[in-house]
């Protein structure tokens, strides 16, 4: 019976809906925070790459920068409420269509290298909005 509930445990699978939302906001906290730390500190050499005008780099990172805090205070409430997984959710989701747009459609002159770089993001951004919609219906 031990060997049973430590294989469970271990396994994340009696992990509650409230225990997982938890970890992706934090998970969503971390990317959003370092990458837009990158975009803000490093908003010359990447606009560069991107062929965007560098206020947007440094736009799109102070952004990230602001976002951030909020997926943290999100992970830190005692009783998560669906409204925790579904503002995020929304906001990735955003994110993830706003990107396919800009680079699929060559929006703003962008160059190969970021309209790549830019659909690439979409991966993680695009597995957490899932991730949080799901864990927001076992709220």
Same mark, same amino acid.
């Given at each position: 019976?031990? $060997? $049973?509930?430590?294989e469970?445990?271990s396994?994340?699978?009696?992990? $509650?809906?409230?225990?997982?939302?938890?970890?992706?906001?934090?998970?969503?906290?971390?990317?959003?925070?370092? $990458?837009?730390?990158?975009?803000?500190?490093?908003?010359?050499?990447?606009?560069?790459?991107?062929?965007?005008?560098r206020?947007?780099?440094?736009?799109?990172?102070?952004?990230?920068?602001?976002?951030?805090?909020?997926?943290?205070?999100?992970?830190?409430?005692?009783?998560?409420?669906?409204?925790?997984?579904?503002?995020?959710?929304?906001?990735?989701?955003?994110?993830?269509?706003?990107?396919?747009?800009?680079?699929?459609?060559?929006?703003?002159?962008?160059?190969?290298?970021?309209?790549?770089?830019?659909?690439?993001?979409?991966?993680?951004?695009?597995?957490?909005?899932?991730?949080?919609?799901?864990?927001?219906?076992?709220?």
């Amino acid at each position: 019976m031990t $060997t $049973t509930t430590s294989e469970t445990r271990s396994s994340g699978s009696s992990r $509650t809906p409230q225990d997982r939302l938890r970890r992706v906001l934090k998970e969503n906290f971390a990317l959003s925070a370092s $990458t837009g730390l990158v975009a803000a500190v490093g908003f010359v050499p990447l606009a560069e790459l991107f062929d965007v005008p560098r206020a947007a780099v440094l736009v799109v990172g102070l952004g990230l920068l602001a976002y951030a805090p909020m997926l943290w205070q999100f992970s830190k409430v005692p009783r998560l409420q669906k409204s925790h997984a579904l503002i995020p959710a929304l906001g990735d989701e955003a994110w993830v269509i706003a990107s396919v747009l800009i680079a699929g459609f060559g929006l703003g002159g962008m160059s190969l290298a970021g309209r790549l770089i830019l659909l690439a993001t979409c991966v993680p951004v695009g597995i957490f909005a899932v991730r949080q919609w799901s864990l927001a219906r076992r709220l």
